[in-house]
C-alpha cells in the first residue's frame, strides 16, 4: 500500500551546521509534498512544499530536493539554531486524492 | 482568524464518557479535516468535510466517533463512551479547497 517513510527516527546536529531529514514515498502517483514542523504540545505546521514538476524549491533557510526516479525528498536546514528542534513530517498527496499519507518523523535534535 | 483554533486543549474524561471537541477553521476555508495523531507518530485521517458535507468518513475508527459541521465553518469531533484506546491528540486542519492543510493545535484527550 501507500507510505510515506522517514529513514532516521532522530537526528543530532550541531548548532550553525547544517541539517538534511530524508523522506521516501511509495506512491508514483504522488505529485504534492509538503513538510511540516511539530514542537511539543503543537499542531504541525506548514514549512515548505514542492510539487512534482520541480526538484528544488528554496524558503528562507529551508530547500526541498525532490527525486521522483528514485521517490525520494529531503529537508535541507541551513545554519541550524536551537529553535529547530522538533519533529520533522512529510507528507504526500495527489491532484485526484485530497488525503495525505504521512511518515512517521524525525526527531531533529541541536547540539549546542 | 488568524489561524485554526481548537478546544479544549486538554481533556480527561473518565472511560464510558462522552466527550465533544471543537474545531475552528480559518475563515473562508472550504476543506475541513480531522486527524488522530499518536505519540511519536504521523497524523492518522479521520475524515474530511468539504463546506457543510461530509465526504469522507472513512478513517473513523468506530461507530463511536462522530463528526459534523452543520453551518461549514466550526466542527465538532464527537466520541461516545469513550474507551483508553481513544488517547490521543487530535487535530484539525483546514484548507482552502484540497492544497496546504493549516493545523490546529491540537486537543489532547487522556480517558482514563
Known amino acids: 500500500g501507500e507510505s510515506v517513510g522517514l529513514h532516521l527516527p532522530t537526528l543530532s546536529v550541531q548548532e550553525g551546521d547544517n541539517s538534511i531529514i530524508n523522506c521516501a514515498y511509495s506512491?508514483?502517483?504522488?505529485?504534492?509534498f509538503i513538510w511540516y514542523k511539530q514542537e511539543s504540545g503543537k499542531g504541525p505546521q506548514f514549512i515548505i512544499d514542492?510539487?512534482?514538476n520541480m526538484d528544488k524549491r528554496q524558503g528562507q533557510r529551508v530547500t526541498v530536493l525532490l527525486n521522483k526516479t528514485v521517490k525520494h525528498l529531503s529537508l535541507q536546514i541551513a545554519a541550524t539554531q536551537p529553535g529547530d528542534s522538533a519533529v520533522y513530517f512529510c507528507?504526500?498527496?495527489?491532484?485526484?486524492?485530497?488525503?495525505?499519507?504521512w511518515g512517521a518523523g524525525t526527531k531533529l535534535i541541536i547540539k549546542p | 482568524g488568524a489561524g485554526v483554533s481548537q478546544s479544549p486543549r486538554y481533556k480527561v474524561a473518565k472511560r464510558g464518557q462522552d466527550v465533544a471537541l471543537r474545531c475552528d477553521p480559518i475563515s473562508g476555508h472550504v476543506s475541513l479535516f480531522w486527524y488522530q495523531q499518536a505519540l511519536g507518530q504521523g497524523p492518522e485521517f479521520l475524515t474530511y468535510?468539504?463546506?457543510?458535507?461530509?465526504?469522507?468518513k472513512s478513517g473513523l475508527p468506530s461507530d463511536r466517533f462522530f463528526a459534523e459541521r452543520p453551518e461549514g465553518s466550526v466542527s465538532t469531533l464527537k466520541i461516545q463512551r469513550t474507551q483508553q484506546e481513544d488517547s490521543a491528540v487530535y487535530l484539525c486542519?483546514?484548507?482552502?479547497?484540497?492544497?496546504?492543510?493549516?493545523f490546529g493545535p491540537g486537543t489532547r484527550l487522556t480517558v482514563l
Open positions: 468535510f468539504q463546506n457543510e458535507a461530509q465526504l469522507d
Open positions: 514542492i510539487r512534482s
Open positions: 506512491n508514483s502517483a504522488s505529485d504534492y
Open positions: 507528507a504526500a498527496t495527489s491532484a485526484s486524492n485530497y488525503q495525505l499519507i
Open positions: 486542519a483546514s484548507t482552502i479547497k484540497t492544497d496546504t492543510q493549516y
